[in-house]
C-alpha cells in the first residue's frame, strides 16, 4: 500500500525584494508603477494610523487594523484590472483604494453608514464580516464571469484563521471542480484574533492545501510588494485559462486584531521585533531609494498630501446625512417586497423612526 506522507513537499516562500531593501529578482514593474505602489501602501497606513486614533476619540466604530500587510494588499491589487471584482473582509482597505475607493467610504463605513459599504461601482463586494464566507461569493461571480466569457477574474481576501472554516473547503473544491477564473488570496499574519498560525493547522503552509483541491498554490513572501505583484499577475493569467489559484502571503499582524483587542495578552513583544525588521514599507522606500526614484523631501510632500485628503475625507463622512429606516432596509433585497414597502411606511407613519 502506498500511502501518502503529510508535509512531505517543501514549500518556500518567493520573494524578490529582501529584508534591506535590495532586489534579488527581476520585475515588470516601471519606474511610473514603482511610485505608484509606494504611495498607495503609504497612504494605507497613514489611514489606518489615522483610523485607530479617531476609534480611540470615539468619533468611529471599532476598526480593523492593518498595519503590517500593506505590501500584500497593495501589491496584489495593483496587479489585477478594472473588470476584475474583489471580496475584502474587514482589514482590507489598502486593497480597495488601489482598486478605487475613497477614505470617506471607509470612514462612513466605520461610521456605520448606509453608503459606506456599498463599493459597487469599483468591482469591489461588500466588507464580508463572517470569516471566510466571502470565499463562496468569489467563486460564485467567477462561475458566472466564466458564463459570460468577459475575461474577469474574481479575487477573495481572507486571512490564515478563514482557511479553518467550512465555507473555505467548499469553495475551493468547488473552484477547482468547475475551473473558475478565480485566485484565494490568503494575508496569512499568523494570527486568527489571539489563535497563532502553528494551532490552526498541522499543515506546513496554507498554500500545500492546494493540492488536495487539484489546484496551483503558491507561498509568497507577503512583505515584498514587488514578489506579490508578480505573483498576483501570474495568478490572473492562470485564473484567465480556467485555473484556479490560491496564493498564501506570509505577513504579521503588527496590531491588534480589532480596536477592541490586545495583543499583548497573547504574544511577546520578542516575536514582534522579529517581524518589524520585515517592515514591508520600509524595506520598499530603501529600494526606491537606492534607485534615486525616491528623497526625504518628497517623503515630506506625500505625508502632507495624505494627512490633508484623509482629513477632508473624514469631515465628508461626518457630514454625510444618516439613513433613515427606509433608505436602510431598501438594500435587504434587490427590489422590496411589497410585505417589506408595507413595513417601512408602517414604522415611518408610527414616528418612530425620527
Request: overall charge negative.
Amino acid at each position: 500500500m502506498n500511502w501518502i506522507e503529510p508535509n512531505i513537499i517543501d514549500v518556500n516562500p518567493l520573494q524578490q525584494l529582501n529584508e534591506q531593501g535590495i532586489l534579488t529578482g527581476e520585475t515588470s514593474i516601471s519606474d511610473e508603477e514603482k511610485l505608484e505602489i509606494y504611495k498607495w501602501m503609504v497612504k494605507a497606513r497613514r489611514f489606518d494610523e489615522l483610523a485607530v486614533k479617531f476609534q480611540r476619540q470615539g468619533r468611529i466604530g471599532t476598526y480593523a487594523p492593518l498595519i503590517g500587510q500593506e505590501a500584500a494588499q497593495v501589491g496584489s491589487a495593483f496587479a489585477l484590472e478594472k473588470k476584475d471584482w474583489i471580496f475584502p473582509s474587514y482589514r482590507e482597505a489598502g486593497a480597495c483604494f488601489v482598486r478605487g475607493t475613497k477614505p470617506s467610504s471607509f470612514f462612513k463605513y466605520a461610521m456605520g453608514h448606509l453608503h459606506g459599504g456599498i463599493l459597487k461601482e469599483e468591482r469591489i463586494f461588500p466588507v464580508q464580516i463572517i470569516i471566510g464566507a466571502q470565499t463562496l461569493h468569489a467563486a460564485g461571480s467567477a462561475w458566472a464571469d466564466q458564463y459570460k466569457t468577459n475575461g474577469a477574474v474574481s479575487v477573495a481576501y481572507v486571512g490564515d484563521g478563514a482557511t479553518s472554516q467550512g465555507d473555505f473547503h467548499e469553495a475551493l473544491n468547488f473552484a477547482s471542480v468547475f475551473q473558475l477564473p478565480v485566485i484565494y488570496f490568503v494575508q496569512n499574519n499568523q494570527w486568527a484574533i489571539s489563535v497563532p498560525y502553528h494551532k490552526q493547522t498541522n499543515s506546513q503552509s496554507i498554500a500545500q492545501k492546494a493540492l488536495a483541491y487539484g489546484m496551483t498554490g503558491v507561498q509568497v513572501d507577503g512583505n515584498d510588494a514587488v514578489a506579490v505583484y508578480e505573483t498576483m499577475k501570474q495568478a490572473r493569467s492562470l485564473a484567465r485559462e480556467g485555473k484556479p489559484v490560491l496564493i498564501e502571503a506570509l505577513t504579521h499582524r503588527m496590531g491588534p486584531h480589532t480596536t477592541s483587542d490586545d495583543p499583548s495578552k497573547y504574544r511577546s513583544r520578542e516575536a514582534d521585533e522579529a517581524w518589524d525588521k520585515k517592515d514591508p514599507i520600509f524595506r520598499y522606500r530603501k529600494w526606491l531609494e537606492g534607485l534615486q526614484l525616491w528623497s526625504e523631501e518628497e517623503e515630506q510632500d506625500l505625508n502632507a498630501s495624505i494627512e490633508e485628503e484623509l482629513k477632508q475625507a473624514f469631515n465628508e463622512a461626518a457630514e454625510t446625512t444618516t439613513a433613515s429606516l427606509g433608505e436602510a432596509l431598501g438594500h435587504v433585497y434587490e427590489k422590496p417586497t411589497n410585505r417589506l414597502k408595507e413595513q417601512i411606511l408602517e414604522w415611518e407613519g408610527s414616528g418612530e423612526s425620527k
